[in-house]
């Protein structure tokens, strides 16, 4: 249940872009999903940005994004092993694109309750303001570089 008010919202999910006058394109968003959420109870909404798990360190949902990025690495692994040791003919391939492209269309469509929720959580908690992270969008960012120039190294080497 979320326990908030608009109000609140709004104060949690500015950003240094946001004026008194003006709001930035993604604040409206949200601001619109938080009153389709308050009239209707529906959770889910359309939010392109999340296609990438990094947005939610931008948004600071750590925890969130580390869950996600995990599983949308490990369900690309579960798929291989899935298709490998089980004959499934014509399936394979479409279950090789498919799981990952299912778990990505799914947080694309609930990642705006998600973002609801954990403002909930922290404002409950007393946070009055979180906006986003430029910093940590930018540390995840090296560090998915980083990791993978290390696996490009290594696969490179061996041969």
């Avoid at 709001?23 to 940005?49: I, R």
Wanted: hydrophobic fraction near 45%; proline fraction near 1%; charged fraction near 20%.
């Amino acid at each position: 249940m979320i326990n908030i008010t608009r109000e609140q919202f709004l104060n949690f999910i500015k950003t240094n872009k946001d004026t008194d006058d003006k709001l930035s394109s993604s604040t409206q968003h949200y601001l619109d999903y938080f009153d389709q959420y308050q009239q209707t109870g529906k959770k889910g909404n359309w939010n392109w940005a999340t296609f990438w798990p990094i947005w939610f360190f931008y948004r600071r949902m750590y925890w969130d994004g580390l869950g996600v990025g995990m599983f949308s690495l490990y369900s690309g692994k579960l798929t291989n092993w899935v298709v490998r040791h089980f004959s499934l003919g014509v399936w394979e391939n479409m279950l090789e694109i498919g799981i990952p492209l299912l778990f990505i269309v799914f947080v694309m469509r609930y990642a705006d309750y998600l973002y609801l929720k954990h403002a909930s959580r922290k404002i409950s908690k007393g946070v009055e303001k979180s906006g986003t992270s430029k910093t940590a969008l930018v540390i995840v960012a090296a560090l998915l570089v980083f990791f993978c120039s290390v696996i490009l190294f290594i696969g490179t080497s061996k041969t």
